[in-house]
């Protein structure tokens, strides 16, 4: 039974616009969610992160919304670049668990120019 | 550069061999991890080392065998794998603080087929 799920497998956008990025997980013990990025033939590269406390989180082109009443989240970027076509994944972790990361499928974005 | 680097990169063994994938870590974290990567897969977690010591072992067949010697190498050694193992092996590190949330990072992988 999967605890998080990314529903698309896939994104395509037009550079310029908004990329928004979808994950839905069923744990309600999770209190902290992250984004990261892989570009293949390389790892996970970190990109922003929410506490539970908070339902929106800024990091430049990079917005993460979390509407913990829906158990979803969101990343958001705008405008998109080509440079950020690869695979995004959705984690999740709990306090209680010990931090245990639990991933997303992934979704891979591919942005056009 | 990621601060965890992964080696080897690429590995292929037979199913009687022994190897040993080697993780370090440049960060100064004090927590590490291995992770499973398979094909069209989420990223499975095996093991934790936390302060060196094994804090979780996710019902992984013994046939994979972490050691973690210090805060900064992680070892996974592999004996008598079979076809389905074949996948990405990630290591990530983190600083693990009581009570805070801290994001883990994560190696390059090393891609393993097994024949």
């Known amino acids: 039974d999967q605890q998080v799920k990314q529903n698309s497998p896939s994104l395509s956008v037009q550079e310029g616009r908004i990329s928004i990025l979808n994950c839905d997980y069923t744990n309600s013990m999770f209190d902290y969610f992250l984004w990261y990025k892989k570009y293949p033939a390389e790892g996970p590269t970190f990109l922003i992160s929410i506490s539970s406390i908070k339902d929106k989180n800024e990091d430049g082109r990079f917005t993460v919304f979390l509407n913990k009443s829906a158990k979803h989240l969101s990343l958001h970027i705008v405008p998109s670049q080509p440079g950020d076509s690869a695979v995004y994944f959705c984690?999740?972790?709990?306090?209680?668990?010990?931090?245990?990361?639990?991933f997303g499928a992934g979704t891979i974005l591919r942005v056009k120019s | 550069e990621t601060g965890v680097t992964q080696t080897p990169r690429h590995l292929v063994m037979g199913m009687t061999n022994k190897k040993s994938l080697k993780c370090e870590q440049h960060l100064g974290h004090n927590a590490m991890y291995w992770y499973k990567q398979s094909a069209k897969k989420p990223l499975e977690l095996m093991f934790v080392?936390?302060?060196?010591?094994?804090?979780e072992n996710n019902s992984v067949p013994s046939r994979f065998s972490p050691e973690c010697p210090n805060s900064s190498h992680l070892f996974l050694h592999l004996h008598t794998l079979q076809p389905e193992d074949s996948a990405l092996y990630l290591c990530?590190?983190?600083?693990?603080?009581?009570?805070?949330?801290?994001?883990?990072?994560f190696g390059d992988g090393t891609r393993l087929s097994i024949l």
């Open positions: 990530a590190s983190s600083q693990d603080r009581q009570g805070l949330n801290q994001p883990q990072h």
């Open positions: 080392y936390s302060l060196e010591e094994r804090v």
């Open positions: 984690a999740a972790s709990a306090r209680e668990y010990g931090n245990k990361l639990v």
